[in-house]
Nanobody
Framework: VQLQASGGGLVQAGGSLRLSCAASGSIFSINDMGWYRQAPGKQRELVAVISRRGSTNYAESVKGRFTISRDNTKNTVYLQMNSLKPEDTAVYYC?????????WGQGTLVTVSS
C-alpha cells in the first residue's frame, strides 16, 4: 500500500491550502485516515482524523480553520487549511489504517510566511 500526498507549498499568513493524499495498492477497506504534522525540532502531532463513516476529530490548534474529508471511492483524504498561521509551518504526513497495518505518506511541506 502506498500513500501519495500532494498540495503543500508556500503561503502567506491568512491564506489557504488544500492537501490531498491518495492510497493505492492492495486495498480492501481503509478505516481511519488522518493528517499529522511535524515542525522542526518538534514531535509529530495529530492534526485531524476521519473515520470511514465520516466522523472527525481535530487538534485544538486547528479547530475552526482546518477541515478533513475523504472520498472512499478514490481512497483519498483531503485537508482544507484556511486562515493559516506561521505556527502551522511543518511537514504534513497522511496516514491510513488498514487491516494489514498502518501506512504513512512521504510528507508534504507547508510553509506559512508572516
Amino acid at each position: 500500500v502506498q500513500l501519495q500526498a500532494s498540495g503543500g507549498g508556500l503561503v502567506q499568513a491568512g491564506g489557504s491550502l488544500r492537501l490531498s493524499c491518495a492510497a493505492s495498492g492492495s486495498i480492501f477497506s481503509i478505516n481511519d485516515m488522518g493528517w499529522y504534522r511535524q515542525a522542526p525540532g518538534k514531535q509529530r502531532e495529530l492534526v485531524a482524523v476521519i473515520s470511514r463513516r465520516g466522523s472527525t476529530n481535530y487538534a485544538e490548534s486547528v479547530k475552526g480553520r482546518f477541515t478533513i474529508s475523504r472520498d472512499n471511492t478514490k481512497n483519498t483524504v483531503y485537508l482544507q487549511m484556511n486562515s493559516l498561521k506561521p505556527e502551522d509551518t511543518a511537514v504534513y504526513y497522511c496516514n491510513a489504517g488498514l487491516i494489514s497495518g498502518n501506512y504513512w505518506g512521504q510528507g508534504t511541506l507547508v510553509t506559512v510566511s508572516s
